[in-house]
């Protein structure tokens, strides 16, 4: 999974810096080398805290610690932390379109959907 940043205020929606998470580490990359040790910063080895009612369970409330290592983490820390430490926005960038939605397959949960298209468009 690629999630590219840029700044809030660029209507262009520039991007600024990317990181890809290949399913066992996170790759940085941005030209800008204050920006790139930010997103380096953001996404290191450690739980993040996040209040994001997708990761808890059902029937609680209240923030939820995601542990690191896995396609959840990694979004959990582009949606929560990245953006508080570096002030830039995501932008979740699909890979290459293989497969798409299957009505029939409507038994996974939505979390092991996605991540079974992102490891079937590995190379």
Partial sequence: MRVEFSLPDD?????VGSVEWDGREVLVE??????RDALTKAFRLT??????AAYRRMGTSGEVVV???DLQWFRAV???RAPAETGLVPRFVPRV???????????????DQIERLDE????
């Fill in 11 to 15: 209507e262009a929606k520039t991007t």
């Fill in 30 to 35: 941005s030209d800008d080398d204050a920006r």
């Fill in 47 to 52: 739980p993040v805290v996040t209040n994001d």
């Fill in 67 to 69: 542990q690191p290592g």
């Fill in 78 to 80: 582009a949606h929560t």
């Fill in 97 to 111: 379109p293989i497969g798409g939605f299957d009505p029939a397959a409507g038994y996974r949960k939505f979390r």
């Fill in 120 to 123: 079937r468009s590995r190379p």
